[in-house]
Every structure is written in C-alpha cells, then in structure tokens.
C-alpha cells in the first residue's frame, strides 16, 4: 500500500505543470492532518542539496527521496507532539539560528548596496601606491589596489551604517545583570 501511494504521488508529481496554480495546490499526500501539496513538494526539490537532486533523476531515487520526506514530516509531527517545539532549549536554538540567518540575509543585501556605490579613482591608487607601493609600478598594481581600496571603503560604509543604526536605537544595558550572565 505503501509503496502504492509512493508510486501515484510520484505519477501526480511527474505530470504537474509548474506554471498551473492549481497543481501548485493539489493536495500530493496527507499524513496526519498535514496536507502536502505539489507546491510543497517541488519547494522541497527547489531546495535539495546536489547529492539529492542527483538522487532525484530517477525514478527509484524519487521515491526515496518521497519517503524521506513523508518520514520527515512523522518525524516533524511527533516532536510536535511531546511538545518538543515548546521546550527552552528547542526555543533558543531556533531563536540562535533565525537570528543569524536575518543577520546574514541583513549584511549581504547591504553589502551589495554598498558595493554598488564604492568606487575607486585613479587619485586614489596612486596616492596609495606611493604610500605603501614600495616602488612598485602603478600599471602592475592598479587592479589590485583597487580592488584593496574598493573592500576599504566598503567596510568603512557598512561599519557607519551599523554605528548608524545602533545610534538610533535605544539601548539600555544593566551592567549588573550583564555580569551575572557571564558568571
């Protein structure tokens, strides 16, 4: 029966269009009450590692990888379950992990704003290159010089722009409760 549903959820899958919105949210498999859709599944194969999406080009690795995936959401379900979701720890970790990732998606998308506007003049380079050049020639250097001064300023901009918004928040820190927390 199992490997039934398997084969007919692959059937289903295979024969969807990306391009209908109501493939997108034909219910693919229920396992408790969760309702996968194609729009779930192909999110999923979206967001497959290379190995899986090797594993995936076939029709056996499909099903495996269908498997995993409905084993994965048991799994999901039953964690929820013992409240597991509930639990401090679980708590912080997650709190851990979305902080870093808003982080990361926050620097990189200023980064390239900032890239965008640095630029390096020739002034510049060859200030520098009489600085610190040490005799070097200023056609051999150019690029590299460049492209030293271009990351310069762009650390400098993204450094005033957090200095920026770290001067607009209000921060209040307990220099007490601060301590206590290290110890």
């Known amino acids: 029966m199992r490997l039934l549903m398997l084969v007919t959820l692959f059937s289903f899958i ?5 391009g209908n919105s109501n493939a997108e949210n034909k219910i693919v ?9 194609a729009g779930d599944l192909r999110y999923e194969f979206k967001n497959a590692s290379y190995d899986e999406i090797e594993r995936i080009k076939t029709e056996n690795g499909r ?35 979305w902080e870093q990732a808003l982080l ?4 990189e998308r200023k980064s390239r704003e900032i890239s965008g506007i640095i630029h390096v003049y020739d002034n510049e380079i060859e200030d520098y290159c009489r600085d610190f050049g040490e005799g070097a020639s200023f056609s051999k250097v ?22 920026e918004l770290k001067n607009k928040a209000y921060i209040k820190i307990d220099e007490n409760a601060a301590k206590d927390a290290f110890k």
């Open 29 to 37: 498999a229920q396992i408790n009450k969760y309702k996968m859709t």
């Open 142 to 163: 150019k690029n590299e010089i460049r492209g030293m001064i271009k990351k310069k300023k762009e650390e400098d901009a993204m450094n005033a722009w957090i200095n």
């Open 104 to 107: 990361k998606t926050l620097l």
């Open 63 to 97: 099903k495996q990888y269908l498997e995993s995936f409905i084993e994965k959401e048991v799994l999901l379900q039953e964690a929820q379950r013992q409240g597991v979701d509930k639990e401090k720890a679980f708590m912080k970790s997650i709190e851990n992990y």
């Open 14 to 18: 295979a024969g969807c269009s990306s």
